[in-house]
């Protein structure tokens, strides 16, 4: 049934500019492939498992975008949208309390991190500094995270849309600049690719504080000092949230370390697909992001109907999105392919896992968008469980065994990601919506 027109706009008009946001870390991560592809096939396997190896860590703080927009959400449900960024200030506190030591430690022990992930010298003299960068940045994208959960639980998405897609325009020359030092400019190479990165995100958290200044005074930002309840919800809510990224990146990182078994090729090949995951998914995160702020709304309202109401017209809409975006890629694999690995040998080895995702993405973005609105609804405990389990039961065993024991590859590794994995993912998380044990949740 399709959802009422109202509906229907409502959530394409809180979605789309979170989309469009969300769209330009896809680019930036993209653009990154395509620079770093001129430098070499290792060049590119170095900047795949750094970035995921980079969100063990810096996931843990976009678990507070989760716990900012649930709360602020259900405040402004409630109508105390005077109080709604006292959460903005205690996410921001327990930023900089926890970021800056972290990141310096993780800094300095990166170079021996990262071998554990992946022994090939090429591969490494690559990505560790890259991912020296990426973790420097941690404080910025926590403080980002923060300011990005506040705007998108206050219908302002469009705020997040225009910092976020200002800093990623302004990243691609950064990064153009870094890499391949033009007019007489040092060239750092792939390094270059994690100084324009960090850059980006010092930027981000600039122009955040400038609109928060401008259009959050009303709102208490950096006007009311934090609560120590405010500040124990959020870590209440952000530990498992953020423990559901470092999770699900470190499982990433693993899935790296296992295709890195079966070959260099097949590790630049996976590279390619996971950044196209990010592409065809991208409605479904979108779209869950924005309907967690339509469910945490109705349920600060306690109207719990409404709230369930909102989830499956959001997924109807993401359905729909997530079926054009995915045609390209089982039409068109190999073209798409070819924009990020130039050589046809090592190119033949995605082109089948290509096409899979194009049609399977249609039942597995089910899971990331229900996942999204259990994590808005306060669920965030049990989410993280199915996380948990379904990878270090299910998906990590499989790919081991499909791949490198038993000789089937890369396509084994990925018909394990995408069947045994994300679509039972899916199906459990169905389960647990139309169970709607969330709608009993309290946060205070």
């Not at 040092?186 to 010092?202: Q, Y």
């Not at 899935?255 to 479904?284: E, R």
């Not at 369930?308 to 045609?327: E, P, R």
């Not at 199915?386 to 018909?415: D, H, K």
Request: glycine fraction near 12%; proline fraction near 4%; aromatic fraction near 12%.
């Amino acid at each position: 049934m399709i959802p009422p027109a109202d509906r229907v706009k409502r959530i394409v008009s809180l979605g789309l500019p979170i989309m469009a946001g969300m769209s330009t870390h896809v680019i930036l991560g993209v653009v990154d492939m395509v620079f770093v592809g001129f430098i070499g096939t290792a060049a590119i396997g170095a900047v795949g498992l750094a970035s995921f190896f980079s969100f063990i860590y810096l996931g843990f703080f976009w678990g507070g975008s989760v716990a900012v927009q649930a709360t602020v959400s259900r405040l402004k449900g409630q109508g105390q949208e005077d109080r709604t960024a006292e959460f903005l200030n205690a996410a921001i506190l327990l930023v900089l309390l926890t970021a800056p030591a972290s990141s310096l430690i993780l800094v300095l022990a990166t170079p021996w991190l990262l071998p554990l992930m992946n022994d090939d010298p090429s591969v490494l003299n690559h990505g560790i500094p890259y991912l020296q960068w990426l973790i420097a940045s941690g404080t910025f994208v926590g403080i980002n995270a923060a300011f990005g959960g506040f705007w998108n639980a206050t219908d302002r998405s469009r705020i997040y849309m225009r910092v976020v897609m200002a800093t990623g325009l302004l990243n691609i020359p950064l990064n153009y600049i870094f890499i391949f030092g033009p007019l007489g400019l040092p060239a750092f190479g792939v390094t270059g690719a994690g100084i324009g990165t960090a850059l980006a995100s010092v930027l981000g958290t600039l122009y955040y504080f400038y609109f928060g200044v401008r259009y959050a005074r009303q709102n208490g930002f950096l006007h009311r000092r934090p609560a120590l309840s405010q500040m124990n919800t959020l870590i209440r809510l952000a530990i498992p949230s953020g423990s559901q990224q470092v999770i699900e990146c470190l499982t990433l990182s693993l899935m790296y370390k296992i295709v890195g078994l079966i070959g260099t090729a097949q590790l630049a090949v996976f590279s390619v697909l996971m950044n196209l995951i990010n592409m065809v998914g991208l409605p479904a995160w979108g779209l869950g992001i924005a309907g967690a702020t339509l469910v945490g709304q109705a349920l600060g309202r306690d109207d719990t109907s409404d709230a369930s109401a909102w989830a499956w017209d959001v997924v109807k809409v993401g359905l729909a999105a997530m079926a054009l975006l995915g045609i390209p890629l089982w039409l068109l694999s190999d073209s798409i392919l070819a924009i990020f690995i130039h050589d046809p040998e090592v190119r033949i080895f995605g082109i089948w896992p290509c096409r899979i995702l194009g049609i399977i993405i249609v039942f597995n973005g089910i899971g990331y968008i229900l996942s999204a609105m259990l994590n808005g609804a306060g669920d965030v405990k049990r989410v993280m469980y199915v996380n948990v389990c379904t990878q270090y039961f299910l998906l990590l065993p499989g790919a081991i065994l499909l791949g490198p024991y038993l000789g089937f590859g890369l396509m084994g590794v990925w018909a394990m990601h995408q069947f045994g994995f994300r679509a039972v993912q899916s199906g459990i998380f169905i389960y647990m919506w139309r169970r709607r044990r969330w709608a009993n949740i309290r946060f205070w």
